[in-house]
């Protein structure tokens, strides 16, 4: 039996994303970067130099008649994806397109319904989800090692350049789908599905959220606190509490290295004894009280390192590729249904920002 063909890619858009998911490529089994398309012809041709892409195009529409192209990575702007997806799924090429998926449910919707009229493979590119990190996390918390979820906390803020198009309404700029989208797929991924959102933003004069923050609550009354900023450095990080313990996606959590665990301590208090003697006393009582975080921070805390070569696309365009191979319309690990899901929770958000009042709170007077 001779060797499996490998899956054949293009990428439409040749910005700095798009730079990163080709550089990864061969770090991928199975699949090459056959070609790039972008609006002018001399930054196509100058992209495929770089990376050494056979082909170059200097439109969507000539990369989509290109007939060994399986399979297109979207990375164009927010306010385009639903128009590139459902253009590339008529074509009959598989879609892998950047996040946010669309620019609200409603053309999210549209590109979930073209595939399923192609009956072609499409993905949101949320590549957070197959990061090794994220995913042996994943599982550390199904299995119920710190017990059931309670509460969410997390950040994703980055100063922008001013002239970046994140700043762009008419581009679908704004904090919340630029930066938000990750955190509200995150615990999407990890908890399901949101019965209740919150949103408060700051309005720049650019008209888009340039700092967003979100309350979010699950069904089993657990609460996620998340804030995404285009103006400032947070912690970048991503931390999940449950009853018996703690889960931290540390810094870049949307593409962690390291994840920190730690379990909490049995409580001694009420093993029995008979209540007396100085371990018992009030004054032992209140130093252990004081002293508990400490050492349970120093006997329990286990930083595990999963480090990787490459930007960490590879893992996103590996599973996609290997879906394709396996005539998969949609990914079990990100499947359409959850892109859609998260949409409908940015929806949500977006609702309360647009029609967010301020108020004003007077100084308290002296009698």
Not at 30 to 40: D, K
Not at 179 to 184: A, D, H, I, S, T
Request: aromatic fraction near 8%.
């Amino acid at each position: 039996m001779g060797e499996m063909k490998p899956i054949r890619w293009g990428i439409w858009g040749a910005g700095s994303i798009s730079h990163q998911l080709a550089a990864d490529f061969p770090l991928i089994k199975g699949a090459v970067l056959h070609a790039v398309a972008s609006r002018t012809e001399e930054r196509a041709r100058q992209f495929a130099a770089r990376h050494r892409i056979t082909k170059f195009y200097s439109s969507l529409e000539a990369l989509l008649n290109d007939p060994d192209v399986d399979g297109v990575y979207i990375a164009t702007p927010n306010h385009l994806h639903m128009r590139d997806s459902v253009a590339c799924l008529a074509a009959g090429k598989a879609v892998l397109c950047e996040k946010p998926f669309a620019l609200d449910l409603h053309q999210a919707r549209k590109i979930v319904a073209a595939a399923g009229s192609a009956r072609t493979f499409c993905m949101e590119a949320m590549w957070t989800r197959f990061i090794p990190a994220v995913i042996h996390a994943k599982r550390a918390i199904d299995s119920g090692m710190i017990g059931p979820i309670r509460l969410m906390q997390g950040d994703f803020a980055y100063p922008a350049p001013a002239s970046s198009r994140a700043f762009t309404k008419e581009q679908g700029g704004g904090a919340l789908l630029d930066r938000g989208v990750y955190l509200v797929s995150l615990a999407q991924h990890l908890l399901g599905r949101a019965r209740t959102a919150q949103a408060l933003a700051s309005i720049g004069p650019s008209g888009v959220d340039e700092q967003s923050s979100y309350q979010l609550q699950y069904a089993n009354g657990a609460l996620a606190n998340f804030t995404a900023s285009l103006c400032t450095r947070g912690t970048n990080e991503f931390i999940v509490s449950g009853e018996r313990g703690v889960v931290r996606f540390c810094d870049p959590f949307y593409r962690a290295h390291r994840i920190l665990t730690q379990s909490f301590a049995q409580s001694a208090e009420g093993s029995g004894g008979n209540g007396g003697g100085i371990r018992h006393s009030p004054a032992a009582q209140l130093m252990k009280r004081r002293l508990s975080g400490l050492l349970g921070a120093l006997t329990s805390a286990r930083g595990e390192l999963f480090a990787f070569p490459g930007n960490g696309y590879q893992f996103e365009l590996q599973h996609a590729s290997d879906c394709l191979r396996q005539g998969l319309l949609e990914s079990p690990i990100m499947p359409l249904d959850d892109s859609l899901e998260v949409m409908r929770v940015l929806d949500l958000l977006h609702a309360q920002i647009a029609r967010q009042e301020s108020s004003t709170l007077e100084p308290v007077r002296s009698r």
